[in-house]
Structures are given as structure tokens and as C-alpha cells.
């Protein structure tokens, strides 16, 4: 059971360069979240998923592009990378029944020069 | 805007000190408040959470004191330990939607020998 995972760990894009990066969970969760973490800023949420086939706008999403073809994953995507999208990036599952914790993944850590 | 003040930003104990976080809130839509902590390199898990009918849980070393009149709430780490050193957030949640959590900046412990 490897719960959350996300790949890659690290990345380095060039300003304008496209990526997308893969959060997969094997607990059958329903939800799952992505979020970017800054510094002083704590986490903010780009996009979250309801379920297969879903996906909803959170605080930041601009710039971001997700998609949940499959239940146990969830892609985040960046078009163009600008430098303000430098970031740690965490993603995270829970099953749907209320009061229960979020799983988060080790994060991938992008810069964007 | 952030819907959930935390503070301090960081903080340094000694050993066997006690160790207090405090956050603050404006949504009363919110339902459920949970404290996650994370290692440097690791994404955040959960430590301990409360609902807002009850004013107080302890497990273990960890206490959440809860004051709904107030909209705040506080972790307390007893009898503090160089390995809790680490980053806390607190975070609150509105039931259905996604359950999405608002995190707080987070604290920055540090648990000095």
C-alpha cells in the first residue's frame, strides 16, 4: 500500500515550457486534491476532483489545468510556466465519508526559471 | 484573503516546555478543524482534529483547545521534544463541496535541547 504518490520529485522548466505532473492513490478514494505550498503561505488549493471524470476550481487555479480520467489519478497541468508558479506542489486524497483526514503525497518541488 | 489566521510564525522551545499555536477564524460555515504537521521534505499528516461541539481533545502530548464564541482554537504540545520539531498548520473545513480544507501560514517549531 504506497497510499499518495506524485511524479516527478523535482523539476526545472524553463519559462513557457509545459509539464504536467501525476498524483496516483491506491486507497479507492474519492477525492483528491491539488495544492501548491509557498512560503508564509501555507497550503492553497488549485484544483480538486469529486470523483472520476470531475474536476472544480479551488483558490488558485489559474494557470492550472487538471483531469481525472481515472479514479486512483489525478494530473495537474501547466501550458506555459511562468515564474510565479515556482513552487512546491502536494497532492491529496480522502475517501468520502465526512470527518476524515487528507492524504498527502511527498510533493514535487518545480522551479520555474 | 485568508480565512484562517495563524500565529505565531515560528517558534522556539526548549525542551519540556510547552509549546502553543493559535488560529483564528470568520467562516461559522466551518466544521471541522484539523492540525497537520510536516517534516522538511515530507508532505504534511495529520496530527489531531476537533469538531466545534466539543471544547477540548487531547491525545496524548497533543491538545486542541476549541472556543466557538471566540472562532479560535489552539494546539498545545506538552512536555515539547526535539522531534517535534517541524511545521504546523492548522486548517478548517465546510462540510460537503469537496471537503476542502482552508489552511492556515503555518508555525515553524523549533524544539531546542
Known amino acids: 500500500n504506497a497510499g499518495v504518490t506524485q511524479t516527478p520529485k523535482f523539476r526545472v522548466l524553463k519559462t513557457g515550457q509545459s509539464m504536467t505532473l501525476l498524483c496516483a492513490q491506491d486507497m479507492n478514494h474519492e477525492y483528491m486534491y491539488w495544492y501548491r505550498q509557498d512560503p508564509g503561505m501555507g497550503l492553497r488549493l488549485i484544483h480538486y476532483s469529486v470523483g472520476e471524470g470531475t474536476t472544480a476550481k479551488g483558490e488558485v487555479p489559474d494557470g492550472y489545468n487538471v483531469s481525472r480520467l481515472k479514479k486512483q489519478n489525478f494530473l495537474l497541468g501547466l501550458e506555459s510556466a511562468a515564474p510565479s508558479q515556482t513552487s512546491v506542489y502536494f497532492c491529496?486524497?480522502?475517501?468520502?465519508?465526512?470527518?476524515?483526514?487528507?492524504?498527502f503525497g511527498p510533493g514535487t518541488r518545480l522551479t520555474v526559471l | 484573503q485568508q480565512q484562517v489566521k495563524q500565529s505565531p510564525q515560528s517558534l522556539i522551545v526548549q525542551k519540556g516546555g510547552i509549546s502553543i499555536i493559535n488560529c483564528a477564524y470568520e467562516n461559522t460555515a466551518f466544521d471541522y478543524f484539523p492540525w497537520y504537521q510536516q517534516f522538511p521534505g515530507k508532505g504534511p499528516a495529520l496530527l489531531i482534529a476537533?469538531?466545534?461541539?466539543?471544547s477540548e481533545k487531547k491525545e496524548g502530548r497533543f491538545t486542541i483547545s476549541f472556543n466557538k464564541s471566540a472562532k479560535q482554537f489552539s494546539l498545545h504540545i506538552m512536555d515539547s521534544q526535539p522531534g517535534d520539531s517541524a511545521t504546523y498548520f492548522c486548517?478548517?473545513?465546510?462540510?460537503?463541496?469537496?471537503?476542502?480544507?482552508?489552511f492556515g501560514t503555518g508555525t515553524q517549531l523549533k524544539v531546542e535541547l
Open positions: 476537533i469538531r466545534p461541539d466539543v
Open positions: 486548517a478548517a473545513r465546510i462540510t460537503g463541496g469537496g471537503n476542502k480544507l482552508t
Open positions: 491529496a486524497s480522502t475517501p468520502i465519508m465526512a470527518y476524515n483526514e487528507q492524504f
